[in-house]
C-alpha cells in the first residue's frame, strides 16, 4: 500500500532536507531550488545555518550535472538563502 506523503511547504512549493541539503520546489517542475549548508554557528544549544550556497537547477536527469545548474549565489543565513531561492524559482517557472 503506497504512503501520501506530505511534504513541508514554503510560499506553495515543497520543501524537503536531506542532512545539510535542502531542495525547494517540485521535482516534476522544470526548475528546481538547492541550497547547501556550507556553515554553521552555535546559538545557545542550537546549531544555525551561517553560509548558503544556493543554485537554481534544472530538474531534467538527462542532462549532465555541470550543465543543470542555471544560477548560483551564496548567502549568509537560510533566511536570505530561502529569500533569493523562492524568487528565483518563481521567476525561472513562471518563463
Known amino acids: 500500500m503506497a504512503e501520501n ?4 511547504t514554503y510560499k ?3 520543501l524537503v ?6 531542495y525547494y520546489g517540485s521535482m516534476a517542475d522544470k526548475y528546481v531550488v538547492m541550497m547547501k549548508i ?3 554557528k552555535k546559538i545557545k544549544d542550537l546549531d ?4 548558503v550556497m544556493i543554485q537554481l537547477m534544472y530538474t531534467d536527469d538527462e542532462m549532465r550535472a555541470k550543465d543543470r545548474i542555471v544560477k548560483t549565489s551564496e548567502k ?8 533569493l531561492g523562492a524568487i528565483w ?5 513562471r518563463d
Do not use: I, Q, W
Not at 532536507?17 to 535542502?22: E, M, N, P, S, V
Open 76 to 83: 549568509e543565513g537560510l533566511y536570505n538563502a530561502m529569500d
Open 89 to 93: 524559482l518563481e521567476r525561472a517557472l
Open 17 to 22: 532536507r536531506c542532512g545539510d541539503t535542502l
Open 5 to 8: 506523503k506530505e511534504f513541508l
Open 38 to 40: 556550507l556553515s554553521t
Open 48 to 51: 544555525v545555518a551561517e553560509k
Open 12 to 14: 506553495g512549493h515543497p
